[in-house]
């Protein structure tokens, strides 16, 4: 199996930077993709940025130009880079692995998600 830990949320004011950070973890035979989602209360869970094992990103409009997601060539850690926060931005964000434990087949891995919250 493989272990998502995210890191790295906490308080920010409108303007602010926050980097949050994924490890997996376990028995990871190969990462095909790494997803950050987020949801806020009352709203439905969203993806907000992705990166493939060929490097390429995809993001979210809303947050195009403000966010970068990064990782490690292997994606055993990837890094969403969080500029000119919003109080919209604030939700709990979650790490998402495409990934494959045992040279089989490839399924989704979550972990327990870290908590942004953008306010003065």
């Known amino acids: 199996q493989v272990q998502l830990v995210e890191s790295g949320g906490g308080l920010v004011q409108p303007g602010g930077s926050l980097r949050l950070s994924c490890a997996a973890s376990?028995?990871?035979?190969?990462?095909?993709?790494m997803y950050w989602y987020r949801q806020a209360p009352g709203k439905q869970r969203e993806m907000v940025a992705r990166?493939?094992?060929?490097?390429?990103?995809n993001y979210v409009d809303s947050v195009k130009g403000r966010f970068t997601i990064s990782g490690d060539n292997a994606l055993n850690t990837v890094y969403l880079q969080m500029n000119s926060l919003k109080p919209e931005d604030t939700a709990v964000y979650y790490c998402?692995?495409?990934?494959?434990?045992?040279?089989?087949?490839?399924?989704?891995?979550w972990g327990q998600g870290t908590q942004v919250t953008v306010s003065s």
């Open positions: 998402k692995a495409d990934a494959n434990s045992d040279g089989t087949y490839y399924t989704d891995y």
């Open positions: 376990g028995r990871i035979f190969a990462i095909k993709g």
């Open positions: 990166i493939q094992n060929n490097g390429v990103a």
